[in-house]
């Protein structure tokens, strides 16, 4: 498992939450297309039936297919680059990170301005203590085990 300093998992935040906007906006995309293809299945039902246009229909679905793929790719390059994604809907991500003789992971919820939280492996976002001097030192001294 690749682990992170915090100044490393620092300089990766713009690439991620680039990332993140990508997978989220395709996320919402492809919802959109999802309920505009239950409604005309809801129509369809209620009317007892009508005719539908299948090419339309066949368009939306791969649309739909296609903001899901890009949600999927978007979440593999994070993951690639070793951060974890904990909720997309949130833009919460942890970096594992190694403090003394544990692993634990550095918190980021899309919005804030830096890492400023980190939580044991066991526990989650609710866990969250403030990022404190044993990660800053830890960063300056260029200590970097993966």
């Known amino acids: 498992m690749k682990t992170f300093t915090l100044d490393e998992a620092q300089s990766l935040l713009p690439v991620l939450e680039s990332l993140l906007k990508r997978a989220i906006e395709g996320k919402q995309s492809a ?17 007892g039936g009508m005719r539908v246009d299948v090419t339309k229909v066949a368009q939306l679905r791969a649309e739909m297919e296609g903001h899901v793929q890009r949600v999927r790719e978007s979440i593999a390059e994070i993951d690639s680059i070793g951060v974890q994604v904990k909720d997309i809907d949130a ?23 830096a890492i400023e939280h ?29």
Request: with cysteine.
């Open 31 to 47: 919802q959109q297309v999802e309920s505009g293809l239950a409604e005309m299945a809801r129509r369809i039902y209620i009317s």
């Open 91 to 113: 833009g919460l991500l942890d970096f594992p990170c190694r403090l003394d003789d544990e692993v634990v992971l550095l918190c980021w919820r899309m919005g804030e301005p």
């Open 118 to 146: 980190w939580h044991p492996t066991d526990s989650g976002f609710r866990d969250r203590q403030p990022v404190d001097e044993r990660f800053r030192r830890r960063s300056a001294s260029g200590n970097r085990p993966n």
